[in-house]
């Protein structure tokens, strides 16, 4: 009798395992334990579609390095335990509306590298608990609002790598427990003032390698939690009086590379956290620094704070020539006249 019993729960685990294994699409790898079913199809370069038979209780789908090129609605049909979604390096060029409406318990959806130049407004109007989204490498020109007025649970956002010149105002208005944004190479010129005002919870922003020339008055004042504010390779040639004055959290601040001849007296004066987590807060290298009495205040600045300071051997002055190329930490005071 135990015989039999063995022999029919070895019968029943081989049934249900072969079962298990035959649901997985063609040209995909199924992992399934302890409650979790990754579907990972990745370098199918014959898989022009999403494939069929996805296993109804999959929690992670990766379809990456492929040559999908449109999604459509239904896809992704009946997948509510779905929480993350990779279709990272394809050739996405199209979504449909509805693709997204299932996933109801999605908290990662990555789309880097594709060729997507904009999304339906209501794409995202379902994915309320998506904590990570990544749309970096992609042909996006300008923001839609509606795009992420549903995702208050949205934590980090990524649209660097795009090939956006505008984000229209308000874009980031229901962002409210956004924690990381990254804008980072782009081709943006300016910004609004108020375009960060909602982001109490930021703690990253990148804006490095843009065409800002320009950086609004009072465009900080409202991200009382920012820790790293990333600025470097830009046309900025000037800083705004009392810039940081209200982001007294601030770690690391990057002004390299830019158009900077010098700052307003009192810049860093708050900035009292400047360094503390990595010993090294603003980097204000690649700069045409002119070396004369407007440079004063970040002269003894830098004398004060040279531990903290990344790159000052290449701070250095551009202008008047007497001084051209010398680092400005070791300028004597007689030097910096006008």
């Not at 022999?7 to 409650?35: G, H, W």
């Amino acid at each position: 009798m135990n015989a039999m019993k063995i022999t029919a729960v070895l019968f029943l685990s081989y049934f249900c395992f072969s079962f298990s294994v035959t649901i997985c699409p063609d040209y995909c790898t199924c992992y399934f334990s302890n409650n979790i079913t990754s579907v990972v199809c990745v370098s199918v370069k014959s898989l022009h579609d999403v494939p069929e038979n996805i296993p109804p209780n999959a929690t992670t789908i990766s379809l990456e390095f492929t040559n999908i090129t449109t999604l459509k609605e239904k896809d992704f049909v009946g997948l509510f335990q779905l929480q993350e979604l990779h279709l990272s390096s394809n050739m996405l060029t199209n979504i449909s509306s509805g693709v997204l409406k299932d996933l109801h318990q999605l908290r990662i959806l990555d789309l880097t590298n594709n060729f997507l130049k904009t999304f339906p407004p209501n794409l995202f109007s379902t994915s309320l608990n998506l904590t990570s989204l990544v749309l970096q490498g992609n042909r996006l020109q300008t923001t839609n609002p509606l795009w992420f007025s549903h995702l208050h649970s949205l934590e980090w956002l990524d649209l660097s790598n795009n090939m956006l010149t505008s984000i229209l105002p308000n874009s980031f208005q229901n962002l409210t427990s956004l924690i990381t944004l990254d804008l980072s190479n782009n081709k943006l010129e300016n910004l609004s003032v108020d375009l960060f005002n909602k982001l109490s919870k930021l703690e990253r922003l990148n804006l490095g390698n843009n065409q800002l020339y320009i950086i609004p008055p009072g465009i900080f004042d409202h991200v009382l939690n920012l820790k790293y504010l990333f600025l470097n390779s830009n046309n900025i040639g000037k800083i705004p009086v009392g810039l940081f004055n209200e982001v007294l959290n601030l770690d690391t601040i990057d002004l390299s590379d830019n158009k900077l001849e010098s700052l307003p007296t009192g810049v860093f004066d708050n900035l009292l956290q400047i360094g503390a987590k990595w010993q090294q807060g603003p980097d204000l290298s690649l700069n045409p620094w002119v070396c004369n009495c407007d440079l004063k205040y970040l002269w003894h600045w830098l004398t004060m704070n040279s531990k903290k300071v990344y790159s000052l051997s290449t701070t250095v002055c551009a202008k008047p020539e007497t001084v051209s190329g010398k680092q400005i930490i070791t300028l004597s005071e007689m030097e910096l006249m006008c």
